[in-house]
């Protein structure tokens, strides 16, 4: 899983409403924004189309093929029904993926801007009634799990460290625990360590 995530617009905007702020956990797959937007609208519309077009074809070609089986209808009547179905569904098909690309938007247009990981909002850009183009950047997710905390700690306080030592670590979303990956004194007159360490667990969604 990825250490940080910018969440961007898949279609553009009006932003309705922020459902999230920053140093907030969150889950992957939860809802950072909903936009409403005219294009994904448009997108849902022509899916819908495309669905109701590749069924009609689709009644088509089973309702000639059954004739042809009574004789009424010919053979190359047939062949141009399948034809025309399978034209009808592949359409549909490209309809509903543009639709799947948007965000899964409502009739309305309306949609969820969803975070691919889980872990921490570190950015919010988006604001209720602005405007986000396509692609813009509506926020920005870290995974604490994900990510190498270097430091350079007192020699006071940094007596005792060793690879593997469990440390508290202040960060966006409060304390959390954190596991030493690596420590080195300093060669200057200070006496400070360089200390690295990765989070030992995401904080808790809802902490």
Do not use: K
Request: proline share 4%.
């Amino acid at each position: 899983m990825d250490a940080r995530a910018g969440v961007a617009a898949s279609v553009g905007g009006r932003v309705e409403r922020v459902l999230v702020s920053a140093g907030q956990p969150v889950r992957q797959g939860q809802a950072l924004a909903v936009l409403v937007s005219g294009e994904a609208a448009t997108f849902r519309a022509d899916a819908d189309a495309a669905a109701a077009t590749a069924d009609a074809a689709r009644r088509a070609y089973e309702r000639d093929r059954s004739l042809s089986e009574q004789g009424v209808v010919a053979r190359q009547e047939v062949e141009t029904a399948r034809a025309q179905s399978l034209s009808a569904e592949a359409n549909a098909r490209a309809a509903r993926a543009r639709v799947s690309a948007a965000g899964a938007p409502s009739a309305s247009g309306r949609l969820n801007v969803t975070s691919p990981i889980a872990g921490v909002v570190t950015t919010i850009t988006a604001a209720p009634g602005g405007f986000i183009a396509q692609g813009g950047l509506v926020a920005e997710v870290t995974n604490p799990s994900r990510v190498e905390l270097v430091f350079m700690a007192p020699a006071a306080t940094s007596t005792g460290v060793r690879v593997g030592s469990s440390i508290r670590v202040q960060g966006p979303a409060g304390v959390f625990d954190a596991t030493v990956t690596g420590v080195a004194a300093s060669a200057g007159a200070s006496g400070s360590t360089l200390i690295r360490a990765r989070s030992a667990a995401a904080p808790p969604v809802g902490s």
